[in-house]
């Protein structure tokens, strides 16, 4: 039976197998998110990410969970928005199905999301939430170990949002 749910928190708390970080192409860390999992994962999550030479928008590159209590992070960067004609809803939808596959093929069973490209890079909440969904359930679908995804929502209105495209 796989799952997806929305829940509030802190993505740096969650205690599955893998956490998703909201990244930039560089790797090496920023605000948000991004800094939130640096700053709890530890010093040697910075090592780790500058062996990738950075990483094109909408890939992923997986590094282990260091201090943090999942096992392992993926990183990914999210498309930054400029008016949405640029590529911006495939590449975010890239950026969740590139991260779901690499926590497949390292047999993770849960995972866990931020609301990616929606903070810094001004994706809009009420378009990224559906794309996101509807990338997690069709990869679901032929997963081979993945058995949850978590949205993991900082906010009410990011919560709320996520929540409407589940329920859709
Ligand atoms: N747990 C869960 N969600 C969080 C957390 C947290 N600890 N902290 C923030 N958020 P953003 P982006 C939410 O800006 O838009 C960085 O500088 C936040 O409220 O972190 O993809 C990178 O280095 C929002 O809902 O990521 C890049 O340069 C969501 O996470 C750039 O920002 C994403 O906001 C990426 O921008």
């Known amino acids: 039976m796989t799952q997806i749910q929305v829940i509030p928190g802190d993505i740096t708390q969650f205690a599955g197998d893998a956490i998703v ?6 790797l090496m860390g920023g605000g948000g998110v991004d800094g939130a999992i640096h700053r709890a994962a530890g010093p040697a999550l910075y090592a780790a990410c ?9 890939e992923a590159r997986i590094t282990s969970g260091f201090a943090l209590p999942a096992k392992y992070i993926i990183h ?20 969740y199905r590139n991260s779901l596959q690499l926590t497949d093929e390292y047999g993770c069973q849960t995972v866990a999301f931020p609301s990616i490209s929606t903070g810094v890079y001004a994706f809009p909440l009420d378009q990224a939430a559906p794309i996101a969904i509807r990338t997690i359930r069709e990869f679901l679908r032929t997963a081979q170990h993945v058995q949850t995804v978590t949205m993991v929502c900082f906010d009410p209105v990011t919560e709320q949002a996520y929540q409407t495209a589940l329920n859709a």
């Open 21 to 26: 970080n909201a990244a930039n192409t560089t």
């Open 76 to 95: 990914t960067p999210g498309p930054v928005w400029r008016d949405g004609r640029h590529g911006e809803p495939e590449l975010l939808a890239n950026s």
């Open 50 to 58: 500058e062996k990738f030479h950075g990483c094109p928008t909408g």
